[in-house]
């Protein structure tokens, strides 16, 4: 048995090993900075009782938030598509049991959505199938070894919470180390506590690996993308021909007809969803309410959608998942369209 079919039979407890372990180092942490550092360093020798006390509140509450946050990415989810039925897109006796399509949408060279045959539903948006979920994930982003869970739209700003308070944690933890090194070691004469050396090597890594994953978020999320996302558009760039072909089907309301376009592998814009101005793309993420972004409260999950502007029912169904293309790719698949870069098109069958 390989180790991939291991990690697959085994997932329910494997999925625990990476969480525990960063719970330890928590809890491992907290302590040796308490007592070695702050207790009998700051406290007993240097006789600083308020910056003892400070530095120790400071640690636990950020515990206190780093765990709430936790807790609260894996109860919250990564969210969970309803099942869609197809597309009315071609004329058929029986209009039940389908919806309306969006003006656009990502399809296959004939013009069909993405269709996943575990759920018996279409993929819309930017939806992917979770297998360690067993249903579709709308906004799915990756699955988190460290949390112990999938991120994907519904908890995706919890997700960044949990990062930047742990790299702000880690950051304080190290500087203070480091500003009481030179006091303890020449001014004192005192050997450094192991318990020390290890927790200045381990927050020191962590504080540049939390920072620089919450910093490259902060980066996608400008523009609009989600790690995957990020994954295939430098796929596209250096090995195009192992990259995903992209097309989207596109309601072209003057001549009331669907064009099927190729996204081409130097569409620079990356995703197809970015919109205009830095707050669009980051509320899109975060919510409307700049002032709830930093807040460790699992209550934007709606990310204040406006009411749909143009209510459909494939909306209603999968509100608040539904997705829109932003203004650069509606403007290329127009020019594409004029031009008569399309790959077909097709009368769609009247709602
Ligand atoms: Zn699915």
């Not at 494997?14 to 207790?39: D, E, M, N, R, S």
């Not at 018996?120 to 988190?144: A, I, M, Q, W």
Request: glycine share 6%; hydrophobic share 40%; charged share 20%.
């Amino acid at each position: 048995m390989s180790f991939a079919e291991w990690r697959l039979r085994n997932r329910f407890w494997t999925a625990y090993i990476v969480p525990l372990v960063i719970l330890g180092l928590i809890g491992y942490g907290t302590w040796a900075y308490a007592q070695k550092l702050c207790y009998n360093r700051i406290y007993k020798e240097l006789g600083h009782r308020s910056t003892c006390i400070g530095l120790i509140t400071i640690c636990c509450v950020l515990d206190v938030v780093l765990i709430v946050i936790w807790v609260e990415t894996v109860l919250v989810g990564p969210g969970k598509l309803p099942q869609v039925p197809p597309y009315l897109l071609i004329e058929s006796p029986s209009k039940q049991n389908t919806t309306k399509a969006p003006p656009s949408y990502i399809c296959d060279p004939n013009g069909y959505p993405v269709w996943c045959s575990h759920c018996e539903g279409l993929k819309v948006g930017r939806t992917r199938h979770s297998s360690r979920n067993g249903y579709c994930v709308p906004r799915f982003d990756h699955y988190c070894l460290w949390i112990g869970g999938a991120i994907g739209y519904s908890n995706y700003r919890l997700f960044l919470l949990f990062a930047f308070y742990f790299a702000v944690l880690l950051l304080i933890v190290w500087i203070t180390i480091c500003c009481y090194i030179r006091e303890i070691v020449t001014v004192h004469h005192h050997r450094l506590n192991g318990n020390l050396v290890a927790l200045l090597v381990i927050t020191g890594i962590g504080w540049i690996l939390t920072w620089g994953l919450f910093i490259s978020y902060v980066y996608y999320m400008s523009q609009n993308m989600t790690s995957i996302e990020v994954i295939e558009h430098k796929k596209r760039r250096k090995t195009p021909e192992l990259a995903m072909q992209r097309f989207v089907c596109h309601f072209d309301s003057k001549t009331e007809r669907r064009y099927v376009v190729k996204i081409e592998n130097d569409y620079k814009h990356g995703s197809l969803y970015k919109k205009r101005g830095l707050y669009n793309n980051l509320s899109e993420f975060l919510g409307k309410n700049i002032l709830l972004w930093p807040l460790p409260l699992p209550s934007t999950l709606y990310y204040g959608k406006e009411d749909t502007e143009n209510s459909r029912l494939e909306d209603d169904l999968t509100y608040p998942y539904s997705e829109s293309l932003g203004p650069f790719a509606i403007e290329y698949l127009e020019e594409k369209i004029i031009s008569g870069q399309y790959i077909t098109v097709f009368t769609p069958a009247k709602e």
